[in-house]
C-alpha cells in the first residue's frame, strides 16, 4: 500500500512561487508513475502534470505549460510540482496521485493512489 502526503499549498498572491511535495511511503517510488492534479471549487479534478519513473519524462497541462514544472527525487520519495507566475485561476486544491506501473498517465483514473491534497489560494 501506498501512501502519500502533500505539503507546501498556503495562501500566496498573485505572481509569485510555491513549491508543493508529495512524499510517498510503501512500494517501489522509482518504478511508480507519479501526477498532480487540482481540483478548483465547483469544478471537476483537472490534470496539471506527470512524470514517469526512471526516465523522469514529464508532461504538462496547457495552462500550466512554462510556469509549473514537475520534479522527482527517488532517493527522497519525493515527488515535486514547482508553480511559478501563479494566477487566480490556479486557486484549488492540489492532489498528488501515483500509478504503480511504468509510464506516464494523464487520467484520474489511470492512478492508483492519492494524497489527500493541499489548498493553493492565490489573491489578486
Known amino acids: 500500500q501506498v501512501q502519500l502526503v502533500e505539503s507546501g499549498g498556503g495562501l500566496v498572491q498573485a505572481g509569485v512561487s510555491l513549491r508543493l511535495s508529495c512524499a510517498a511511503s510503501?512500494?517501489?517510488?522509482?518504478?511508480?508513475?507519479m501526477g498532480w492534479f487540482r481540483q478548483a471549487p465547483g469544478k471537476e479534478r483537472e490534470f496539471v502534470a506527470a512524470?514517469?519513473?526512471?526516465?523522469?519524462?514529464?508532461y504538462y497541462a496547457d495552462p500550466v505549460k512554462g510556469r509549473f514544472s514537475i520534479s522527482r527525487d527517488n532517493a527522497k520519495n519525493t515527488v515535486y510540482l514547482q508553480m511559478n507566475s501563479l494566477n487566480p485561476v490556479d486557486t484549488a486544491v492540489y492532489y498528488c496521485?501515483?500509478?504503480?506501473?511504468?509510464?506516464?498517465?494523464?487520467?484520474?483514473?489511470?492512478?492508483?493512489?492519492w494524497g489527500q491534497g493541499t489548498q493553493v489560494t492565490v489573491s489578486s
Open positions: 510503501g512500494g517501489t517510488f522509482s518504478r511508480y508513475a
Open positions: 496521485a501515483a500509478r504503480s506501473r511504468p509510464g506516464i498517465y494523464f487520467a484520474s483514473s489511470q492512478y492508483d493512489y
Open positions: 512524470i514517469s519513473g526512471i526516465l523522469g519524462n514529464t
